[in-house]
């Protein structure tokens, strides 16, 4: 039975439909509050708002937990790979032997970038920021790219199968490109060998010495693409929804994501971990100054990698991934003092009241810098990595947007809070 919710207004009842989830989650149906009472909901930060329905992953932030089309984030964790987790974030559903073949063919086929596309990067400073030169970079695919990038959704669906694979493949390409380039390095063509190696390939083997590949570090490398594989709507995902919502092509709307991936407080984290834990080393520190600093509540102060705007118990990836970060080091037979101090620092949150009390706890972003330091990942690096891992939930994102038929454009509201109306003064008249 169709449930509503009753709202009161200036002694008017305003009825408005509540909607449910698959695992449950009730919404009230908002979307004709203002047409009926001339009122809106204030949500700055969208924080309580749906702004879609999405199948593709759910998150109960409550109770840590993450799925992506239905799968418990720890099973994949154990048993998938990347590249099989971004066709299941995509297509919907784990593939078969034959679907699994044919998506990696497509990924390797993909994988290398024009060679009018690669002057782009000569445009660019040794010392550009790399997600600067990402987001540019990743844009441009749609320039490169017109008959396939169109702004129209039902050709851009048709040709979806290609651009999604491009996608994926050329971003980690164009990642390995920037690193090459920064460090003055020669390009390294990819190969046609899986998702992973291939990365591991271009950004270090050398002209007469190709990368061996070892297990562990490929191992690690596709765990942490594809724990940070998709998030639910986060603000680079909602971003893509948004610039897709208006016709926008693929590529143009990824290229969007990145932007708004690059902040501090999103996949900015990461490396602002590292620098964290490495100035506490660098001091001698144990920590304590930076806890303190954090519990001023300024928001500059913050402990990097710990809080999350949804889960307020754990993050079930950072406990994967912390987890991993040891057994790594120890396959590789490599120490990190970081780690250490990441570990005290943690032992010393967790039992401090203000970090309890707001429920602050590692997220993801924790431990993944330890990871892609022992697997030769400089740290200006780690953002676009994160790029890489999260180009799936973009893309699956983005397909659920453009093939909604009865979609609108993204038009949030607002309440207005500046001068009322006034009449124009001319210069001479002014003050
Ligand atoms: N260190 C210290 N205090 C914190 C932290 C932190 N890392 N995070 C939140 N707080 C405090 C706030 O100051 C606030 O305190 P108050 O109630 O006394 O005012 C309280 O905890 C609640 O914080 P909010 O700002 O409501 O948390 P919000 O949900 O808006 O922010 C965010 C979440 C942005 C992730 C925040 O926790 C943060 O800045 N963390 C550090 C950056 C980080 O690690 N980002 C990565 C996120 S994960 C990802 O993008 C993959």
Known sequence: MQKNALIKLDEKEISCPVMVGTEGEMAIDARNLRRDSGYIFYDQGYGNTGSCESAITFLDGDNGVLRHRGYPIEQLAEQSEFAETAYLIIYGELPSAVQRKKFGQMLRENAAIDTQMMRIFDGFPRSAPPMGMLTSIVSSLAAYYPHLATNNFEKDLANFDLTAAMA?????????????????????????????????????????????????????????LLLHADHEQNCSTSTVRMVGSSGANLFTSLAAGICALSGPLHGGA?????????????EGDDGTRFIEAAKSGAKGNRLMGFGHAVYRNFDPRARIIGHACDVVLNKLGKSDPLLEIAHNLEQAALKDDYFISRKLYPNVDFYSGIIMRALGIPTELFTTMFAIGRSPGWIANWREVASNTKGRIYRPRQLYTGPVKRDYVPMAKRG
């Not at 899986?194 to 070892?214: G, Q, T, V």
């Not at 590292?274 to 080393?281: D, F, V």
């Open 168 to 224: 994926i493949s050329k971003i980690r390409t164009i990642v390995a490109g920037i690193f090459r380039y920064r460090h003055g390095l020669p390009f390294m063509h990819p190969k046609d060998i899986p998702f992973c190696d291939n990365f591991l390939h271009m950004m270090f083997s050398e002209p007469y010495k190709e990368y061996a590949a070892i297990p562990e570090v490929t191992r690690a490398l596709n765990l942490l």
């Open 270 to 282: 990461n490396s602002a971990v590292m620098q964290m834990l490495q100035t506490i080393h660098d």
